[in-house]
């Protein structure tokens, strides 16, 4: 009779299962959780199931690209948030303090383009900036890591440069120049503001920076089309 018994509970067992499968919809993720409660007594608990569902939210990426970390924050990833927070700011500070400050620099050319753009909306003439060098190519990815890259990159160019006043460019000061902080320019004879970077140390500091940038781009994607993930109960029973 006890054999009887327990065929009679796994009978049970076995259409809970069905029913719980035909509900989901089948798949492999469909199971029902059984687990043993005693002595020879099977209860049904109930299966966490995850389906994603899929969200689009501009506001996280906005606040994503403005602070990184601060999109997902806001979606209440926090966790997440303080993940991505602490690994892109590590990653962008840890370039500047490998290859100095050089790391970061757009040669203006981004802001150049921004003076055009809003000189065709006013009406009047843009004001470019000429700079020697700088690596616009590599800021277009440190530029990802949002406001705080384009702050480094004006605190570079207006507190560090020089104005040369042979060619009127913005460039690097020289070993023995320093600068003038009220017009710019170079004085002979001076500790230079900032001394560039070469080789290996410039060439890694710039690419931490970018890789930062990159992240957080693929953190604002992220965020944007955010995915999340709902649990449910298939099927339960008491002991």
């Not at 924050?73 to 303090?97: D, H, K, N, P, S």
């Not at 001076?190 to 940038?213: D, F, H, K, W, Y």
Request: with cysteine; aromatic share 8%.
């Amino acid at each position: 009779r006890g054999g009887v018994d327990r065929r009679g509970r796994w009978a049970g067992v076995k259409g809970e299962w069905r029913r719980g499968w035909r509900g989901s919809g089948g798949g492999p993720e469909a199971g029902v959780g059984v687990r043993r409660a005693g002595r020879g007594r099977c209860n049904l608990v109930s299966a966490d199931m995850s389906s994603p569902t899929h969200s689009f939210q501009p506001i996280a990426g906005a606040l994503a690209f403005l602070v990184p970390g601060l999109g997902h924050w806001y979606l209440g990833e926090t966790r997440r948030a303080v993940a991505i927070c602490v690994g892109v700011f590590g990653l962008f500070f840890g370039g500047l303090m490998v290859g100095g400050i050089d790391a970061v620099d757009s040669g203006q050319f981004f802001a150049n383009k921004a003076r055009e753009v809003a000189a065709r909306f006013t009406g009047g003439k843009p004001e470019r900036v000429r700079a020697e060098g700088g690596d616009p190519i590599w800021f277009a990815g440190q530029m990802f890591v949002g406001p705080t890259a384009f702050v480094v990159d004006q605190i570079h160019h207006t507190s560090f440069k020089v104005l040369d006043p042979a060619t009127g460019m913005w460039r690097s000061a020289n070993p023995t120049e320093g600068r003038d902080p009220a017009t710019g320019r170079p004085v002979p004879g001076q500790a230079p503001p900032s001394r560039r970077s070469i080789g290996r140390p410039n060439e890694i500091g710039t690419l931490m920076a970018t890789i930062a940038g990159m992240m957080n781009l693929i953190c604002i994607i992220d965020a944007v089309h955010n995915t999340r993930r709902r649990r449910r109960d298939v099927a339960g029973g008491g002991a």
